[in-house]
């Protein structure tokens, strides 16, 4: 079966700390690969999306992600947080077959001024 | 544009009763997903729409049901209900399968007493 795993499930930093928060998928050919950010009390928001050509993209607010085929993995990153960055943040996969949206079960970012 | 709506927010029903949310995707939008989102559990798919047709079905039992309007508009039910019910049903649009990423709504907060 099709799943997504992110493997923080809590993540605390320091203002100005790089963050890096994994995702992982099972195979299941062509995918499309998403992240999101829920911010407390709002709305889940887009954060980045890849769907083909450089693995390395770039989203708001200073976020990036890679997508390394061969780990099926699409890790966040971002080399500096700040307080506002406090949200929780989901990966998401579309697979091509069905074209379903499988989201991991989130990382609960808290920042520390 | 206006975004993705969802009626009601909040909500408090008692076990055995029934409940219809509501949602309005974003104007153009013809496929409609429901997700069910609880602490620890992530995202989970319920079911998706595409011009008034159910694409994809998430493994959730019969009480959860959905149905898409002619104008995109799409409403999910859930019958009988039962405590482990309780949680933030979301909405999500975009403009058809394999389109790019869901637009969410601000979800209907769902409390089984």
């Known amino acids: 079966a099709q799943s997504v795993s992110q493997h923080n499930h809590h993540v605390i930093l320091s203002e100005a700390a790089s963050l890096e928060l994994g995702c992982n998928y099972s195979?299941?050919?062509?995918?499309?690969l998403f992240w999101y950010v829920q911010y407390p009390g709002q709305h889940l928001q887009l954060l980045l999306k890849?769907?083909?050509?450089?693995?390395l993209v770039k989203g708001i607010k200073g976020f990036e992600a890679e997508f390394i085929k061969s780990k099926f993995s699409f890790n966040l990153r971002k080399p500096s947080v700040q307080w506002s960055d406090t949200a929780e943040y989901f990966c998401?996969?579309?697979?091509?077959?069905?074209?379903?949206?499988?989201f991991g079960t989130g990382t609960s970012l808290t920042v520390i001024p | 544009k206006a975004g993705v709506t969802q009626t009601p927010r909040y909500l408090i029903k008692t076990r055995g009763q029934q409940v219809t949310l509501s949602c309005s995707p974003i104007?153009?939008?013809?496929?409609v997903s429901w997700y069910q989102q609880t602490p620890g559990q992530g995202l989970q798919f319920l079911f998706e729409?595409?011009?008034?047709?159910?694409?994809n079905k998430g493994n959730f039992p019969g009480r959860f049901s959905g149905r898409q309007f002619s104008n995109s508009r799409s409403e999910m039910n859930v019958s009988t209900l039962e405590l482990g019910d309780s949680a933030l049903y979301l909405c999500?649009?975009?403009?058809?399968?394999?389109?790019?990423?869901?637009?969410f709504g601000e979800g209907s907060r769902l409390t089984v007493l």
């Open positions: 195979y299941g050919g062509t995918v499309n």
């Open positions: 998401a996969v579309e697979f091509n077959t069905g074209n379903q949206f499988y």
């Open positions: 999500a649009s975009r403009s058809g399968p394999n389109t790019g990423e869901l637009f």
């Open positions: 729409y595409f011009s008034e047709t159910q694409r």
């Open positions: 890849y769907f083909s050509g450089d693995p």
């Open positions: 104007s153009g939008h013809r496929s």
